[in-house]
């Protein structure tokens, strides 16, 4: 999906500004040098009067060599150089250098989007995931893998630090080769960083310029609820405008936190299985986090659904201590 169109045009609003910003210096400037410094603008003119000599000495087939004129003009920029810096003006007073020197401010360099369009879309991106603060919290810099004990669990045959080992290789590998064709469900109990893993997942497509939504299963319950019920009830464009579930079924990356502890009933498992089917079969990834086990997942909704995730999902199980319980009272990592 990359941007939408609304992201890309505000995207290109914010070039438009900079390069009408950059034109009202220069005339600003060149108004005060011309005040200042008459004989600049003395030269500047007999550039101009140069360039019409020798385009009607071309009409009249008598024009001068090439070379020479710029040569002339040349000896008359240095001038104009000199008169600058002898008023303490830099060389670029009246050519100020683009916000971006590599492409102009136009977002894009020999057909490419610019690096710097790429920082503009990030930030955009940030900011309307509404994860922009939490996200400086929680990302893989901050993950912190001594929370997990490295004693094994006997009935699992691992330890939990060796199966979160494991979780961060394929949460690198679904990052790193990310296509569109690949889901995650974490399960496990309650505060064992499942939210955590999925934010810093978050993070890592949002620098990569995708778009990314995350919605608890409340939250994603209450915006189908609207989308289906409220909608078409509403008269103010501007209310009928606030309905995400577009943004929703077409972003590159949703993210249901939480699943379960929604209200589930026939309308909810109904419109999550079409919303799961759509984005499956148009190659939009989605992250499901849950505190179910496969047991309950597979109680709490229908068959379909549970035979969606099952075959199309990598299953991620995470054990461990409840380390958002640890870190509340001030609890320092397993070692």
Known sequence: MG????????????????????????????????????????????????????????????????????????????????????????????????????????????????????????ELLYQQSGLREILTRENFEHFDIRYYSGKTDPSLGISPRENMNAVLKKCHEFIDHFDGKRNILFYGKTGVGKTFLTNCIAK????????????????LVDVMEHHTFDRG??????????????????????????????????????????????????????????NLSLDALQKVYSERIFSRIISAYDIMMIIGDDIRARKAIGGAPAD
Request: aromatic share 8%.
């Open 3 to 122: 941007l939408t169109n609304s992201q890309y045009m505000t995207l290109m609003r914010i070039y438009d500004q900079r390069r009408l910003d950059r034109q009202l210096l220069i005339r600003r400037r060149e108004q005060e040098i011309r005040e200042k410094l008459p004989a600049y603008d003395e030269l500047s003119r007999r550039i101009v009067d140069i360039y019409a000599e020798q385009t009607k000495a071309a009409v009249s087939g008598q024009d001068r060599h090439k070379s020479v004129v710029q040569a002339e003009i040349r000896n008359i920029e240095h001038e104009q150089r000199q008169l600058l810096a002898n008023a303490g003006y830099p060389d670029d007073y009246l050519d100020p250098p683009y916000v971006c020197p590599h492409c102009h401010d136009t977002g894009f360099v020999n057909g490419q989007k610019c690096v710097c369009f790429r920082q503009l879309a990030a």
């Open 204 to 219: 890592e497509m949002i620098d990569r310029c995708r778009t990314v939504i995350s919605i608890s299963a409340i939250g």
């Open 233 to 290: 009830a509403q008269t103010d464009p501007a209310e009928q405008a606030e309905d995400r579930f577009p943004y929703i079924e077409d972003c590159d990356l949703l993210i249901i936190d939480d699943l379960g502890t929604e209200l589930s009933n026939s309308f909810v498992t109904g419109q999550l299985f079409y919303l799961l089917n759509k984005r499956m079969n148009a190659s939009r990834s989605t992250i499901i986090s849950t």
